[in-house]
Nanobody, 120 residues
Framework: QVQLVESGGGLVQAGGSLRLSCAAS????????MGWFRQAPGKEREFVAG????????RYADSVKGRFTISRDNAKNTVYLQMNGLKPEDTAVYYC?????????????WGQGTQVTVSL
């Protein structure tokens, strides 16, 4: 069992930056991939970024490549999403997720989400 708690969301102007954090607890965080997803109003939840347990492999949605960076600190059981060059279309609820299979295919645990709003 894994519990995930996101923080760091808020209101920012276009072009600004935010750093999201996701604190994890529970044994399954070990050897797990972690990911960030987002869901905008009226849209389906979409993948944003993922990172394997070792931190050596990352994946990004095309829409955020070059602007967002995912990282993790396994000693602190925390994963981060640094978001730069934010655009209004990045506005969404951002969710942290844990994949105990470490494959990017088995996200099983989810946080409650944190709101990110980007204004013009």
């Amino acid at each position: 069992q894994v519990q995930l708690v996101e923080s760091g969301g808020g209101l920012v102007q276009a072009g600004g930056s935010l750093r999201l954090s996701c604190a994890a607890s529970g044994r399954s965080f070990s050897n797990s991939a972690m990911g960030w997803f987002r869901q905008a109003p009226g849209k389906e939840r979409e993948f944003v970024a993922g990172i394997r347990w070792s931190g050596g492999t990352t994946r990004y949605a095309d829409s955020v490549k070059g602007r967002f960076t995912i990282s993790r600190d396994n000693a602190k059981n925390t994963v981060y999403l640094q978001m730069n060059g934010l655009k209004p279309e990045d506005t969404a609820v951002y969710y942290c997720a844990c994949d105990p299979t470490n494959s990017f295919l088995g996200y099983h645990y989810w946080g409650q989400g944190t709101q990110v709003t980007v204004s013009l």
